[in-house]
């Protein structure tokens, strides 16, 4: 069997795995062999510490060398539990051993026999006891004792010793077939160990330095890989010959604008300007907090184009935020003698077929519209510039699309979702990154509370003051329905529950994500227009609605969210003139929960949030990094690893500068680039 259909090979088909274990096995991503061994411990069990039984502490887990003494007793207190109990001794001391529920041990325990227990430590009366320890007789030491073991995160149905004898079994089979990815002159410049050490050690490490030798050769090729591969994808965007646009006066636009745009707008602008002015194709992102005014980066974009006789397509991912932006940017454009049509599914087919005649005989200036910018039958005279907003909803694959109805036309993606600086170049490999980082000066900072359960009647008494002075609040939970194993209230059952009583009399509305888009948007459509007073929802809201008129943002549940998910939800209020509020019930007493509640309400700054959001999360789970289509992390943590990621960045310099990937020695890590690539750049799509 080739080495790489070995590493394929199906996971049920391993010794000790078979069909119902390896259901299990796909609860937790390993189908394959190469699944197995790139599932990596999320922890160790140091069962090296051997003691005498009389220096052992209370509380601490170690293991003993000793004999069972006594005779090995087994009682039944109550139905469906069995204790066996013994007494040990290790010729300093005694120690009395209790296992519950394992009655086969009665027969398989010898006295006088040499064994390791291993466990917690506590003291009970005059001695110590051990509780469940795992046993292995001396002379077998080395399996299940005398040895620092992994820590997985299991599934149901499947225990630390099932899957450690999974993963030993993948190892064995893989030992010799491994290809080495990382040149000599890589793992010799940053001292990496090579591949085999490498996943025999991060899974059954000998001691803790070997472990942790085989993590940062892992990590490192992880990044190394990971960015190789973003800087291919945008190397084939940004190396592209694009429209060389002439300058333009922008000053009759900027002199019709209510506003001075902020220092960072006008930054961004100019960073704009001169991508647009190159011969090389725009491929950039703008990340400006939310509220920090992107649309009017995207209007001077427009201008631009239009200005030079361009066309330019503005695609969002629903239907109210293209009318939103329809009639935000349509007057002002106008004025200035450019076109703007809508376009949307709901558009009607007359209206439609007679926008998209206008496009395609260049006699439309701009298209705002959802994904039926898309279709086929949308045609472009002489598009220039496409402008995509809130990236993370919009495939790699559907940029591509709409870019391919132009030659080679200029790309700007619009996020409101804050990225911490530090990890822009990880996410945003293909795209050139702008940042606004300054609000402007007249949005009013909302004032964020965190609550706990007891102070829900005062919360709903708020509510129903806010809706008295004319102004509309939200309410966001985090589960759609009933859910046993998390006792959070779902959206539907709050809707029903407040309407009938707590607040009784008001227009109380609800949204989720099950629900139907046309249906989802026909009550999103009358909260706009102020027809509801509340609306219930779970975090379908988070993106991009702008409702002036709503003030008030009551989030349940606020432990189950992220911060960065906390700061967008935040974000729909405090879009008018009145002040805002937010609300973040919290029913968690966890320390990390704490901590998320005090960064909520003492900053309004995303960047400072996105920062923090990153320090409190594990590996892979930092918010944005899946939106954003970058595989998700096997073993690299973005927060601890920065130093790697510094060092990987610098390698990848030299390896683009240089050419490197071209030449014999790299061959390899090319190959495997290139198979990251097909597999996990596909599409990044979260509709």
Known sequence: MPQEAFFRKSIKYIKGVGEARAKLLTKLGIVTVDDAINYFPRDYEDRTVLKRISEIVDGEECGVAASIISDIAESRPRRNLS??????????????????????????????????FFGK????????????PVIEKLEDQGKITGRILPVYRLTKGLTHNNLRRIIENCLKLTSNRYVETLPNSIREEHKLCEIS?????????????????????????????????????KGSN??????????????????????????????????IRTDMESNRRMNRLVQGDVGSGKTIVAVTAIYFAAKNRYQSAFMVPTEILAEQHFNSVSPLLSELGISVRLLTGSTKKKEKDEIKELSQKGKLDVLIGTHAILEDDTNFSRLGLVVTDEQHRFGVRQRAKLSAKGENPDLLV?????????????????????????????RKPIDTYAVH???????YNFIRKIVAEGRQAYIVCPLVEDSEEIEAESAEGLAERIRDNELAGLRVGLIHGKMKAAEKEKIMRSYVKGELNVLVSTTVIEVGVNVPNATLMVIENAERFGLSQLHQLRGRVGRGKHKSYCILINQSKSE??????????????????????????GP?????????????????????????????????????????????EYKPLKEKVEQLMAERFKEVSLN
Do not use: C
Request: net charge negative.
């Open 197 to 233: 050490f490498s996943y025999e050690e991060i899974h059954f490490p000998q001691s803790f330095q070997h472990a942790e030798e085989a993590r940062k050769r892992l990590v490192f090729e992880e990044l190394l890989l990971l960015q190789l591969g973003l800087l291919k994808s």
């Open 83 to 116: 204790l066996i109990k013994a007494l040990a001794t290790d010729g300093t001391s005694f120690l009395s051993i209790t296992w519950f529920n394992q009655s086969y041990l009665k027969k398989s325990l010898e006295k006088n026999v040499e064994y390791i």
């Open 414 to 442: 619009m996020t409101a979702t804050p990225i911490p600086r530090t990890l822009s170049l990880v996410l945003y490999g293909d795209l050139d990154v702008s940042v606004i980082d300054e609000l402007p000066p007249n």
């Open 121 to 132: 430590v506590k003291r009970s009366g005059m001695r110590f006891e051990m509780v469940n």
């Open 620 to 664: 892979g789970d930092v918010f944005g990094v899946r939106q954003h289509g970058i595989p998700e992390m096997k073993i690299a943590n973005l927060y601890m690893d920065l130093d790697i990621l510094t060092d990987v960045q610098k390698t990848v310099k030299q390896i683009m500068d240089r050419d490197l990937l071209e030449t014999d």
């Open 238 to 271: 940004t190396d592209q010959r694009g429209i060389k646009f002439e300058t333009v006066d922008i000053k009759p636009l900027l002199s019709m604008l209510p506003f001075t745009p902020t220092s960072a707008q006008q930054r961004v602008f100019e960073e």
């Open 592 to 617: 990390i929960s704490k901590q998320r509640m005090d960064i909520m309400t003492s900053t309004n700054d995303g960047f400072v949030i996105s920062e923090k959001d990153l320090e409190l999360r």
């Open 453 to 459: 359960e007891g102070y829900r009647a005062r919360v």
